[in-house]
């Protein structure tokens, strides 16, 4: 049995019990390959834009014997990816933009999908690309593995299109998980917003109304953090 790192273990909670899952990027394989062999999903659709990591993601399946309930596909992104009779879509390990424009080149029939994103970078504009085209993010899991910290993003459309506050698109509904992971990833980003604000601060020409913003936002981070520790 493939034993996943906590971030792939995370985006593996979140898929739908029992349903049928496109694993966009797959590389490795391993994402499936544990869904479909813990009885987590009934069939996988593992895919990749080059052949290598497609390759590796198909010995994977050899290896485990799934060939039955894994297929895959060479393809950019849900390029002629069949959707219909699937329930969910989970894209890890890539940029948030991109994974925005993945799924933007099917927006339309989107609906009814359970979505399960991990951005490895751009977190901020994926949650607003979400919020501007009417998609509701269900919930978010954190994971800490290899040092770094994820958050995974649920999400669902709804047809309901969000204002995004600066708040949201950094820390989305990571602050609503009590675990200790995303303790560290609301820790990491309030670092990384009270390094920008010091960078913004020390400028030959220093930008008030940026410095205003930024403020902001480290004083709305550090609250959450605050709250988080006294609760
Ligand atoms: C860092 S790996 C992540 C693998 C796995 N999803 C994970 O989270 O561990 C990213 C994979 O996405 C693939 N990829 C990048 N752009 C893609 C695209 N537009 N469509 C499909 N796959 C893509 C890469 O070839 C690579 O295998």
Same mark, same amino acid.
């Given at each position: 049995?493939?034993?996943?790192?906590?971030?792939?273990?995370?985006?593996?909670?979140?898929?739908?019990?029992?349903?049928?899952?496109?694993?966009?990027?797959?590389?490795?394989?391993?994402?499936?390959? @544990?869904?479909?062999?813990?009885?987590?999903?009934?069939?996988?659709?593992?895919?990749?834009?080059?052949?290598?990591?497609?390759? @590796?993601?198909?010995?994977?399946?050899?290896?485990?014997?799934?060939?039955?309930?894994?297929?895959?596909?060479?393809?950019?992104?849900?390029?002629?990816?069949?959707?219909?009779?699937?329930?969910?879509?989970?894209?890890?390990?890539?940029?948030?933009?991109?994974?925005? %424009?993945?799924?933007?080149?099917?927006?339309?029939?989107?609906?009814?999908?359970?979505?399960?994103?991990?951005?490895?970078?751009?977190?901020?504009?994926?949650?607003?690309?979400?919020?501007?085209?009417?998609?509701?993010?269900?919930?978010?899991?954190?994971?800490?593995?290899?040092?770094?910290?994820? %958050?995974?993003?649920?999400?669902?459309?709804?047809?309901?299109?969000?204002?995004?506050?600066?708040?949201?698109?950094?820390?989305?509904?990571?602050?609503?998980?009590?675990?200790?992971?995303?303790?560290?990833?609301?820790?990491?980003?309030?670092?990384?917003?009270?390094?920008?604000?010091?960078?913004?601060?020390?400028?030959?020409?220093?930008?008030?109304?940026?410095?205003?913003?930024?403020?902001?936002?480290?004083?709305?981070?550090?609250?959450?953090?605050?709250?988080?520790?006294?609760?």
């Amino acid at each position: 049995m493939i034993q996943l790192d906590k971030r792939l273990a995370r985006m593996a909670e979140l898929m739908t019990p029992g349903g049928v899952g496109i694993d966009v990027g797959a590389d490795h394989g391993y994402l499936s390959v @544990s869904l479909v062999a813990s009885g987590r999903a009934k069939r996988m659709l593992a895919t990749d834009i080059r052949p290598g990591p497609l390759s @590796s993601a198909e010995r994977c399946i050899r290896e485990n014997g799934l060939e039955d309930q894994i297929g895959t596909m060479l393809t950019d992104g849900l390029t002629g990816v069949p959707l219909e009779g699937a329930t969910d879509i989970l894209i890890g390990g890539m940029g948030g933009l991109l994974i925005a %424009s993945i799924l933007e080149a099917r927006l339309a029939e989107l609906k009814g999908f359970n979505l399960v994103l991990q951005p490895m970078t751009q977190a901020g504009p994926l949650r607003q690309w979400l919020c501007e085209n009417g998609f509701a993010i269900v919930c978010e899991r954190c994971a800490v593995a290899a040092g770094k910290a994820y %958050s995974i993003i649920n999400a669902r459309y709804d047809g309901v299109k969000r204002k995004c506050t600066p708040l949201f698109a950094l820390v989305g509904k990571a602050a609503d998980d009590d675990s200790e992971d995303a303790a560290v990833y609301l820790q990491k980003l309030l670092a990384r917003e009270q390094k920008m604000l010091d960078g913004l601060m020390s400028a030959v020409h220093p930008d008030e109304d940026k410095i205003a913003e930024s403020r902001q936002l480290v004083e709305q981070l550090r609250a959450l953090t605050e709250q988080r520790a006294e609760g």
